[in-house]
């Protein structure tokens, strides 16, 4: 059981450059998060989903697009890369609301940007 | 702002020492208040949870006590070992959660 996988692990981009940061879960999760964590700020909420189709903004989504076509992938996109977007960037998943159900996270992507 | 301060940054105990994270909230709408514990390279993974109907929760070495008046909460770590070196986050919240900044936790053997 593969539970979230993210991928790629480590990726730097030069400022300016677009990617994709992928995320999928086999556990038939409905709820699906990314945040991101800096360094003594804890983990920041950028989007979330509550099913496929669904999308909603959390605390930081500026820089940020997602979109949710199935239950098992939440792709998130960074478009024009700057500095302030170097950071670790976890998905994390849970069949309903975190209010009753715990969250599965990935092991995260390292991104720099430079 | 911060929606959830968490401190210390970071303890150090000996085997065998009880450290105790705190975590102070100011939504009082927040009813659910999970800790995260997070080795390195790895993701966060939920450790003990508590809803604000109850002050204490227990489960093996690890209690949450939770104070709604004073919108407080904290994990104890009984018996800590070398192998809760970790870093631990709280959180608060409902169908959205906060996170705390994080403790760095070091058991010295």
């Known amino acids: 059981n593969a539970g979230v996988t993210q991928t790629p692990k480590f990726r730097i981009l030069k400022i300016g450059q677009s990617m994709t940061l992928q995320c999928a879960q086999d556990?038939?999760?409905?709820?699906m998060y990314w945040y991101r964590q800096d360094p003594g700020m804890g983990l920041k909420l950028i989007y979330y989903?509550?099913?496929?189709?669904?999308?909603d903004k959390g605390e930081v989504p500026n820089g940020y697009n997602v979109s949710r076509s199935t239950t098992e992938d939440f792709p998130l996109r960074l478009e024009l890369a700057a500095p302030s977007q170097t950071s670790v960037y976890f998905c994390a998943s849970s069949p309903r609301s975190p209010y009753n159900s715990p969250l599965h996270f990935g092991n995260g992507t390292r991104l720099t940007v430079t | 702002q911060q929606q959830v301060k968490q401190s210390p940054q970071s303890l150090i105990v000996q085997k065998g020492g009880i450290p105790i994270i705190n975590c102070a909230y100011e939504n009082t709408a927040f009813d659910y208040f999970p800790w995260y514990q997070q080795f390195p390279g790895k993701g966060p993974a939920l450790l003990i949870a508590?809803?604000?109907?109850?002050s204490e929760k227990k489960e093996g070495r690890f209690t949450i006590s939770f104070n709604k008046s004073a919108k407080q909460f904290s994990l104890h770590i009984m018996d800590s070992q070398p192998g809760d070196s970790a870093t631990y986050f709280c959180a608060a919240g409902g169908n959205q959660f906060y996170f705390g900044t994080g403790t760095s936790l070091t058991v010295i053997p």
């Open positions: 556990m038939n999760h409905n709820y």
């Open positions: 508590i809803r604000p109907d109850v």
């Open positions: 989903s509550v099913g496929a189709g669904i999308t």
